[in-house]
């Protein structure tokens, strides 16, 4: 998947959402082998909070387990999107 992600046509994407803090780990630690700064030049987002997202390095942005209904009104403008014009 994230190989997919890096050779888009579209670019390097300046965010990527992983399902959980185990994938946005690894996800940080394979960006940083290819070479790029994480969070300058890509942005990680996990979720779960677990304990081990509070040691890492660089310091990953974790969020706790949030109830499906308030997601879709909470990550548009935590990604820096207004909610309209199709969010």
Do not use: Q
Request: hydrophobic share 45%; aromatic share 10%.
């Amino acid at each position: 998947a994230l190989e997919y992600l890096l050779s888009s046509p579209l670019g390097v994407p300046e965010v990527i959402v992983c399902a959980n803090d185990y994938m946005a780990i690894e996800t940080v630690k394979e960006l940083i082998v290819r070479g790029y700064k994480v969070p300058d030049d890509i942005k990680i987002i996990g979720f779960d909070n677990i304990s081990l997202s509070e040691i890492c390095h660089p310091p990953m942005t974790t969020i706790a387990r949030i109830n499906a209904i308030a997601f879709p009104t909470f990550l548009p403008p935590f990604l820096g999107f207004s909610g309209s014009a199709g969010v």
